[in-house]
């Protein structure tokens, strides 16, 4: 079966949230943890093998990055359980810069994390959603209004209502016009 992912391009603290769908968490295996790493590709350093090691903290940072989304979302203080697991993920695979040299470039400085695989990989994943949750626009993060749906976005354009405008808006449009003339008939 191929997983097709319905919403990437977001943030990545987005895109980590959609990966749990009205149609079934789309990282509950290796597979499909590998398969969204392969979507999220130059977005995050490279993992390796997956595992179940990985696929459990990823999971586990989603979970804690959708309990503080909701609540800095509806302007309240997020849960310490979620800032608790965040925090732990970023502390378990601390990052440093590496000085390097580059013929073509000179000097480089190179961003470098210690730990585990799936602790490096928790932790990218934890800082990218302290960013959004430090950023002014996280209040902008928008929940898809397609029935159904449960995607989220930071829209690009202030009218901006779905996910995926081929997708949720059609099937709203259809259902419109269905309603319009279904006395019609």
């Known amino acids: 079966m191929t997983t097709t992912f319905p919403l990437t391009g977001e943030p990545l603290a987005l895109d980590l949230l959609n990966t749990d769908t009205a149609l079934g968490d789309l ?7 590998a398969a969204w790493l392969a979507e999220q ?5 490279p993992v390796g093998e997956v595992g179940e090691a990985e696929v459990a903290a990823v999971r586990g940072v989603r979970e804690a990055a959708r309990a503080a989304f909701d609540a800095v979302r509806a302007g309240e203080r997020p849960p310490a359980g ?3 697991v965040l925090n732990g993920a970023l ?14 470039a000179g000097p480089t400085a190179a961003a470098r994390r210690v730990g585990t695989p799936a602790g490096r990989l928790a932790a990218e994943l ?13 209040g902008k993060v928008r929940a898809c ?6 995607l989220v976005f930071l829209p690009a354009h202030p009218r901006r209502r779905w996910c995926v405008a081929s997708a ?3 099937r709203a449009r259809v259902a419109r016009y269905y309603a319009r003339h279904k006395g019609e008939a």
């Open 27 to 33: 990282v509950a295996d290796p597979s499909g943890l």
């Open 41 to 45: 590709e130059g977005r995050l350093a």
């Open 82 to 84: 979620a800032l608790a």
């Open 91 to 104: 502390a378990a695979a601390p990052v440093h810069r590496e000085l390097g040299w580059s013929e073509e």
């Open 126 to 138: 934890a800082e990218a959603v302290a960013d959004l949750l430090t950023d002014p626009r996280v």
């Open 145 to 150: 209004e397609g029935e159904g749906c449960v």
């Open 168 to 170: 949720c808006g059609n």
